[in-house]
């Protein structure tokens, strides 16, 4: 059975109740909600916007392909978003996914901010039957500060610069298959940017905690392309 677990920031931060008794408004389409007022509490939905997908997963080895080049086969707008160390017709891969979220209002003013991941029952990655694999499968969830495209990642192979290490939250190790977890993610949004000349925020990116474990390792969850609605990314807000 499939648990969902939370995991916090501060413990000051965690006292903002999700289920707030104030108005709730659930935004799944593209364009942005209604200016949030204190004691709003919104829900948004990472969602496609056209062609334009707003997840990208990064998927990159050091060895060099015959032609010189490094093997790097990152790819927008997948099912899936991974944080995972495994092989590819025998090479070891380093796996990272960066998401977002668009029409994140007046950062400034959320009091707290949640984020729900949702397992991959069906993965197409790793061992294409179970999300979750290893023995320290252990992830962060950063906050991406710097311009990205979806469509043309920005040397996101190790993009070290690119998150901020001080807005960051370490998921715990499981030994459970699925399991969907819920972040406290409110210093992250309360810093939280928006990509130049864009309608989306520039977003979190995850990655796993020992990126070379020494054996074959996933966390594997939902994205917003992925056929189940109910299983895209979801965030919380309380202002």
Not at 102 to 120: C, F
Not at 213 to 238: Q, Y
Request: hydrophobic letters at 35%; aromatic letters at 10%; charged letters at 15%.
């Amino acid at each position: 059975m499939k648990q969902s677990i939370l995991f916090r920031l501060p413990l000051a931060l965690a006292l903002a109740a999700i289920l707030s008794t104030s108005c709730k408004k659930e935004t799944t389409t593209s364009n942005p909600p209604p200016q949030p007022h204190a004691g709003d509490s919104v829900v948004l939905r990472a969602r496609p916007e056209g062609a334009m997908p707003f997840d990208v997963m990064l998927v990159y080895c050091g060895y060099v392909s015959p032609d010189g080049a490094d093997d790097d086969r990152s790819a927008p707008g997948t099912s899936e978003i991974m944080a995972g160390y495994w092989t590819i017709n025998g090479h070891w891969y380093h796996f990272r996914s960066l998401y977002t979220f668009p029409y994140i209002s007046n950062p400034s003013a959320i009091k707290s901010a949640y984020l729900t991941l949702y397992s991959d029952p069906h993965p197409w990655n790793g061992d294409k039957v179970h999300a979750n694999a290893g023995n320290n499968n252990a992830f962060y969830i950063k906050r991406v500060i710097s311009d990205w495209d979806v469509y043309s990642p920005v040397n996101e192979k190790y993009p070290g610069p690119y998150t901020a290490s001080v807005d960051q939250v370490l998921v715990p190790h499981t030994s459970q298959p699925y399991l969907d977890v819920t972040v406290d993610v409110t210093q992250m949004l309360q810093n939280m940017q928006t990509v130049t000349n864009s309608a989306y925020s520039m977003g979190l990116m995850v990655q796993l905690a020992n990126e070379n474990p020494g054996m074959l390792t996933s966390r594997i969850f939902c994205s917003a392309e992925h056929p189940d609605m109910s299983k895209w990314p979801k965030l919380v807000i309380n202002y």
